[in-house]
């Protein structure tokens, strides 16, 4: 490992699954794992108080609720890096996984092994990915620059809007006034080049940030 104690933020969609990871990070590899949560905006923006080394996401699907949770790590800290455990090797699926920013991808066949082969590689600075899986990241990757320009809460706003709330709602959702949204929402229009709400929506669900 790295040399000093790398501190892991563990995400996952299952309580049971995280305990189940928990135990063999910390029993079986002898890592901390600081904090660990699901993928909702709030519970991320508080397990990053954390400030960890690798955030290592379990989940076999880039859903867009988890792309997005994915997405706002290095924004609330650069250092992070994002380490995925994953079943899927399809094409389609690592696309997805691409687009959404991450350091790292180890397909759960590799066992233990393998995952402490690339949590080392992760803490030492280096990507790591199972084998054969690479290029279709990096296919996904490529997908990814428009959203990449979003700052966290433009981000966090695109997949609101995009669903079909109202301004004032997702405002409300992000604990935001009106007038801080509506500016988000300027902003978030001139970057991805679209001029409205259905514009909007059509790229989100292009994207996959939202399921049609």
């Not at 960890?52 to 076999?60: C, E, M, R, S, T």
């Not at 433009?154 to 301004?167: D, Q």
Request: with cysteine; proline share 4%; net charge positive.
């Amino acid at each position: 490992m790295a040399e000093h104690e790398p501190v892991i933020y563990l995400m996952g969609p299952a309580e049971l699954d995280r305990r189940a990871y928990r135990f063999l990070l910390e029993h079986e590899l002898g890592v901390h794992v600081g904090a660990e949560s699901g993928f909702e905006p709030v519970a991320v923006w508080a397990a990053m108080r954390n400030k960890p080394d690798v955030a290592l996401v379990v989940a076999d699907r880039a859903s867009p609720e988890v792309c997005a949770a994915v997405q706002m790590i290095p924004r609330l800290r650069r250092a992070t890096r994002v380490l995925v455990v994953s079943a899927s090797v399809d094409s389609g699926v690592l696309h997805e996984w691409g687009r959404c920013g991450i350091s790292g991808y180890v397909v759960k066949d590799g066992g233990l092994a393998e995952l402490r082969t690339a949590l080392d590689a992760i803490c030492a600075g280096r990507p790591y990915y199972s084998a054969g899986v690479q290029e279709a990241l990096e296919k996904g990757r490529e997908r990814n620059n428009g959203l990449s320009k979003l700052s966290r809460r433009e981000a966090e706003l695109l997949p609101l809007l995009a669903r079909g709330l109202t301004l004032r709602e997702a405002a409300e959702k992000m604990t935001v006034s009106y007038k801080t949204a509506d500016s988000y929402r300027t902003s978030l229009l001139r970057k991805l080049g679209v001029r409205d709400r259905v514009a909007l929506a059509r790229y989100a669900i292009r994207e996959r940030i939202v399921d049609p």
